[in-house]
């Protein structure tokens, strides 16, 4: 909801500087005059030519600025996990309306052909000592128009690329950036520099640009990133799946987390940094003997890298570690029912939530209310996490009811069955696999009692 407001916000904002500086008659009707002149035609296709460049453009910066993991973005947008899905939506949509664009452009000379170029508007002047560029910059534009929506369809169709090709891909995004920024600023018209559209394009050209460079120099996130030691290892269980404990050391300059937050951890050189909760609840672990603060993340090898790292993570080892980030704190409105629901890997925020409630943990910043716990597993009798579970949620205060849904006992999790099993307004809690996340959202949409807060763990 949030992310459809934040761009419904973005585009209107663009929509209205530019009503602002359009002509008061648009002049598009009729169409084809009784003539057979298509003035209004080639007036209509000028207007969204424009209109629908400058929202490309503006939704190209909205996600250059999205990219940079600014933290007071988290708030209004409830969590950077919910950040990246507007960076994610924001890209999609600049590739939609550049699509319009490219077709309002090639549109020209399909009316050329039905009624020819009776009526058609000369060109609009641009900025001085720009007109010699008008050619160079359409072509860059067209260029960069075919490989962003190129870029937008690996991304979207997640099978025809794995994330660590994509993501290596995704790294020139801030060049595509740039280049359109040049095609914007070589061909929007002279008037359209006048105030308030002026300075508004002027001021989302700048920022994103600032924002593209700062990407390619790998700073995103410098500030917050804490170079840390991995302080113990342990595998949990055994086979494959076996998820793996990593207990880090933090420097004094790391600023402590809230119980729900994660961080971008990089273990290895040349790896991407890879999101994970950080599965323990401030202060929890206590220090080591530097008197570093510890903290815990429990990894599940789902993909290549993380299935290497029962191998390849040693104590001693260097780690860094950016954040925390997230707002995923369990807490809810007042008069509601909280109800968390987790599945597989997706219980790491609730580990952390709940070592919160443990006798003698920090005192949370915010009032803890009751709440009722769903952890789907695949099999509860081989689960290496739910012994600590139910002595987590035996002992926690407020109480935390645990419900188990073990699959190799067809104890599936229904949204149905949630309905059925507690009434009156709920504030849900989810963490776990998309498929249940969906369900439970489509079921929530329909019910004005439910409140879905949902983290995501895919930022593809
Ligand atoms: C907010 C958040 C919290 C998470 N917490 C945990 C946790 O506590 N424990 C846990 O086991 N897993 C967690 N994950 C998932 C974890 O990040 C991925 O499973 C892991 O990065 C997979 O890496 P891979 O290279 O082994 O898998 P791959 O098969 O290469 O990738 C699988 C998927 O993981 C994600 N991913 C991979 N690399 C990155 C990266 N560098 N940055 C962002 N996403 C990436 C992508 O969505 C990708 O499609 C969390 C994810 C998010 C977004």
């Known amino acids: 909801m949030r992310i459809k407001m934040a761009m419904g916000i973005w585009l209107l904002g663009i929509t209205l500087a530019w009503l602002a500086v359009a002509p008061l008659d648009p002049g598009v009707l009729p169409l084809v005059d009784p003539q057979g002149a298509a003035a209004g035609g080639w007036l209509l296709r000028r207007h969204v030519l424009y209109l629908s460049g400058l929202w490309s453009i503006g939704l190209m910066s909205l996600t250059m600025l999205l990219a940079l993991r600014l933290p007071w973005l988290e708030r209004p947008l409830g969590g950077m996990d919910q950040v990246y899905r507007l960076h994610k939506w924001a890209g999609v949509g600049a590739a939609l309306t550049a699509l319009l664009h490219w077709g309002a452009k090639e549109s020209s000379g399909w009316i050329k052909a039905l009624w020819g170029t009776v009526g058609r508007p000369g060109r609009d002047a641009v900025l001085p000592g720009l007109t010699g560029f008008r050619d160079a910059a359409k072509d860059l534009g067209e260029w960069a128009f075919y490989l962003l929506l190129a870029m937008v369809a690996i991304a979207l169709l997640t099978r025809l690329l794995s994330y660590k090709p994509w993501r290596f891909l995704h790294r020139a995004m801030p060049l595509l950036f740039l280049a359109l920024a040049f095609h914007t600023v070589a061909l929007m018209p002279m008037d359209f520099w006048a105030l308030p559209l002026g300075a508004l394009v002027g001021a989302l050209l700048a920022l994103g640009s600032a924002a593209a460079l700062w990407s390619l120099a790998g700073w995103v996130g410098r500030a917050r990133r804490h170079a840390g030691r991995i302080h113990a290892v342990h595998v949990l269980g055994d086979g494959p799946q076996a998820p793996v404990e990593v207990i880090c050391a933090l420097p004094a300059s790391w600023p402590g987390h809230r119980p729900g937050q994660f961080a971008f951890v990089r273990f290895h050189r040349g790896e991407g940094a890879h999101p994970f909760t950080i599965a323990s609840a401030p202060g929890s672990l206590g220090t080591d003997e530097r008197g570093e603060p510890l903290l815990r993340l429990v990894i599940k090898p789902l993909g290549d890298y993380t299935r290497s790292l029962g191998q390849r993570l040693r104590a001693g080892q260097q ?20 109800v968390w629901v987790a599945g597989g890997v997706g219980v790491t925020p609730f580990l952390s939530l709940l070592e ?40 926690a205060r407020p109480p935390v009811t645990l419900t188990v849904h073990s699959d190799a006992q067809g104890q599936r999790l229904t949204p149905q069955a949630l309905e059925a099993g507690m009434a009156g307004p709920l504030d849900i809690w989810f963490c776990g696999p998309q498929g249940l996340g969906d369900a439970l959202h489509a079921h929530s949409g329909g019910l004005r009692s439910w409140r879905l807060h949902r983290e995501s763990f895919a930022m593809r």
């Open 319 to 338: 780690v860094d570690i950016e954040g925390p980030y997230g707002r995923f704190d369990g807490q809810g409105g007042h008069g509601r029912r909280q």
């Open 356 to 395: 919160s409630r443990q006798p003698g943990a920090q005192p949370p910043r915010m009032r803890q209310q009751p709440a009722h716990m769903h952890y789907c597993t695949r099999d509860a009798a081989a689960d290496p996490l739910l012994p600590r579970l139910h002595q987590l949620c035996e002992h």
